[in-house]
């Protein structure tokens, strides 16, 4: 008997993080790829707020991971990412590093941006539905891509944190 899906909203980020970044026996997605990761085990004298994931293979990536949101005021202010992390993706991605804010409900878009270079676009058989933004009617910009100063590419992220107070 196969078991039951578990709601994206209650995986938790070491079950979304092992999803990703495992090794031996069931690899993750990104060892899959051919991705090297770190992640720093024991944070005590490291920056606070520092990203959970460094990749690295044929380019680098800063990754934030985070659970997904609710919905709900008190549960999603505890998901959004911290002022220290926002400091560190904002410096990151203004340095102009490849920084995004991964969610479980990002594990297709993950695995294009993954798969391929950053610049994608959408005749590219890969990206199917996950449509496109941009200055040109054929560029992608991945959702879960870290603007300076603004957050997520889908800034309705921040939106909705910020009309309930939680960011």
């Known amino acids: 008997m196969i078991a039951p899906a578990t709601p994206l909203t209650e995986i938790l980020e070491r079950d979304w993080d092992r999803q990703l970044f ?3 026996r069931k690899p993750g997605i990104a060892t899959t790829l051919g991705w090297q990761s770190h992640w720093t085990f024991n944070s005590k004298g490291s920056a606070h707020g520092f990203p959970d ?3 690295a293979r044929d380019r680098v990536i800063f990754a934030e991971l985070k659970r997904e949101l609710t919905g709900k ?3 999603d202010k505890n998901r959004a990412p911290s002022p220290a992390q926002v ?3 904002d410096r990151l991605a203004a340095a102009g590093a490849e920084a995004y804010l991964w969610r479980p409900s990002d594990l297709d878009e993950i695995a ?3 798969g391929h ?3 994608l676009y959408d005749d590219h058989p890969a990206l199917g539905a996950l449509g496109h933004v941009g200055n040109r ?3 992608w910009t991945p959702r879960s891509l870290w603007i300076p100063g603004i957050g997520r590419a889908d800034t ?3 939106q909705t944190l910020l009309e309930k107070g939680a960011a």
């Open 112 to 114: 294009v941006i993954l």
């Open 73 to 75: 005021r008190s549960e």
């Open 53 to 55: 994931r460094v990749l």
């Open 87 to 89: 400091e560190w993706l």
């Open 22 to 24: 495992a090794g031996g």
């Open 137 to 139: 009617p054929d560029e």
């Open 156 to 158: 309705t992220e921040q």
């Open 117 to 119: 270079r950053w610049m």
